[in-house]
């Protein structure tokens, strides 16, 4: 027999089947619940001719092809993802809203008989849950910042860091970018970042995964990493927090940009092209330089003068500024397996932050 539609505000306090986006797909891109399926009653284009009838034709007529769109779409997904589901499938399903496109597949699921639940104002809840609890968790937690200079392996280390029991926030891997001008992941060509609202719910899910009895490791960061934000409070506390500053020599810090941004060697015009958008801190005669010494493939003397001219001044007055509770100066040799797990073995375990 049909079973009763269920409804929730609060998603995050059940567990599903399987969580059902029925938005559009370029919707679903842009952010949504994690672990959710994209099953579209409606596509892009579709969505947008309904849309288009709706606004300069007749309500009425958008509605009717509207639901011959959506009662097509439902069938070919009856067809091709539920027939396989057993009588104790339990989904969840939301839309933008809440409205007519979630309903629509949820009365169709409950009357074969499935107990479906409806998130209650759909994706827009969910939205206003991420907000508020990028507001308040980041302050519920303890952070310790990795500073140093451009070059001196903070990621590296903090990457390694998880293997020798510290708890890690690893920012620039949820932003997927390195956060500076030149910081653009690449994988065989530039790898897009998330959008800001799915970035944020991709930190979210990482907050909630953190031991709040245990000191959080991260990054020293600025607002804004790429394309994307940092939660106000998340920034704020980050500022807040001691600081362990690594030093490493410049040679060494020369080879480690190499080996980091191999794309950039390779792609030498990618790298004027982004050069250029320093012309207002370092002038064209500095860019000129550099140019110069990217086509003589003086890669060395690059690293070093771009090095000098702008990333450690800039970094020196943003840590002045905002990173300056500095409690522990590590410098090392190299950044080795070795050089690195010899200095966070000698950590004590109060250090560590195990409270």
Same mark, same amino acid.
């Given at each position: 027999?049909?079973?009763?539609?269920r409804?929730?505000?609060?998603?995050?306090?059940?567990?599903?089947?399987?969580i059902?986006d029925?938005?559009?797909?370029?919707?679903?891109?842009?952010?949504?619940?994690?672990?959710?399926?994209?099953?579209?009653?409606?596509?892009?284009?579709?969505?947008?001719?309904?849309?288009?009838?709706?606004?300069?034709?007749?309500?009425?007529?958008?509605?009717?092809?509207?639901?011959?769109?959506?009662?097509?779409n439902?069938?070919?997904?009856?067809?091709?993802?539920?027939?396989n589901?057993d009588?104790?499938?339990?989904?969840?399903?939301?839309?933008?809203?809440?409205?007519?496109?979630?309903?629509?597949?949820?009365?169709?699921?409950?009357?074969?008989?499935?107990?479906?639940?409806?998130?209650?104002g759909?994706?827009?809840?969910?939205?206003?849950?991420?907000?508020?609890?990028l507001?308040?968790?980041?302050?519920?937690?303890?952070?310790?910042v990795?500073?140093?200079?451009?070059?001196?392996?903070?990621?590296?280390?903090?990457?390694?860091?998880?293997?020798?029991?510290?708890?890690?926030?690893?920012?620039?891997?949820?932003?997927?970018?390195?956060?500076?001008?030149?910081?653009?992941?690449?994988?065989?060509?530039?790898?897009?970042?998330?959008s800001?609202?799915?970035?944020?719910?991709?930190?979210?899910?990482?907050?909630?995964?953190?031991? @709040?009895?245990?000191?959080?490791?991260?990054?020293?960061?600025? %607002? =804004? #990493?790429? /394309? !994307?934000?940092?939660?106000?409070? +998340? &920034?704020?506390?980050?500022?807040?927090?001691?600081?362990?500053?690594?030093?490493?020599?410049?040679?060494?810090?020369v080879?480690?940009?190499?080996?980091e941004?191999?794309?950039?060697?390779?792609?030498?015009?990618?790298?004027?092209?982004?050069?250029?958008?320093?012309?207002?801190?370092?002038?064209?005669?500095?860019?000129?330089?550099?140019?110069?010494?990217?086509?003589?493939?003086?890669?060395?003397?690059?690293v070093?003068?771009?090095?000098?001219?702008?990333?450690? @001044?800039?970094?020196?007055?943003?840590?002045?500024?905002?990173? %300056? =509770? #500095?409690? /522990? !100066?590590?410098?090392?040799?190299? +950044? &080795?397996?070795?050089?690195?797990?010899?200095?966070?073995?000698?950590?004590?375990?109060?250090?560590?932050?195990?409270?």
């Amino acid at each position: 027999m049909p079973a009763l539609l269920r409804y929730t505000k609060e998603p995050h306090k059940e567990t599903y089947s399987e969580i059902i986006d029925v938005r559009s797909s370029s919707e679903f891109a842009e952010d949504r619940i994690p672990g959710a399926i994209n099953l579209p009653v409606l596509n892009d284009a579709e969505r947008a001719e309904v849309g288009t009838i709706y606004k300069q034709f007749s309500p009425f007529q958008a509605r009717k092809i509207g639901a011959s769109i959506v009662s097509k779409n439902i069938s070919i997904h009856l067809n091709e993802h539920f027939l396989n589901k057993d009588k104790n499938y339990q989904p969840l399903i939301y839309c933008w809203r809440g409205g007519q496109r979630s309903a629509s597949l949820a009365m169709v699921l409950s009357q074969i008989g499935w107990r479906v639940t409806l998130l209650e104002g759909g994706y827009k809840t969910y939205r206003n849950y991420v907000r508020q609890q990028l507001d308040n968790l980041p302050r519920q937690l303890t952070y310790k910042v990795l500073c140093g200079l451009t070059g001196s392996g903070k990621t590296h280390i903090l990457r390694k860091m998880p293997q020798r029991g510290f708890q890690v926030l690893d920012l620039e891997a949820l932003a997927n970018h390195r956060g500076s001008l030149l910081g653009e992941e690449w994988q065989g060509k530039p790898s897009p970042q998330p959008s800001q609202k799915y970035f944020e719910t991709l930190l979210l899910q990482a907050l909630k995964n953190l031991n @709040p009895h245990q000191t959080v490791w991260l990054e020293s960061e600025s %607002n =804004k #990493i790429g /394309q !994307v934000y940092l939660p106000q409070s +998340l &920034s704020e506390i980050m500022k807040q927090s001691s600081c362990v500053e690594i030093k490493l020599p410049l040679n060494v810090r020369v080879k480690f940009l190499l080996d980091e941004y191999p794309h950039l060697v390779d792609n030498p015009e990618i790298l004027k092209v982004k050069l250029e958008q320093l012309k207002s801190n370092c002038g064209w005669k500095k860019i000129s330089q550099w140019y110069g010494m990217i086509n003589n493939q003086d890669w060395e003397s690059f690293v070093k003068d771009i090095l000098a001219s702008h990333y450690d @001044p800039t970094y020196s007055k943003s840590m002045q500024l905002n990173f %300056n =509770k #500095i409690e /522990q !100066v590590v410098s090392l040799k190299d +950044l &080795s397996d070795n050089s690195i797990n010899n200095w966070l073995d000698s950590l004590v375990p109060s250090f560590v932050g195990v409270k």
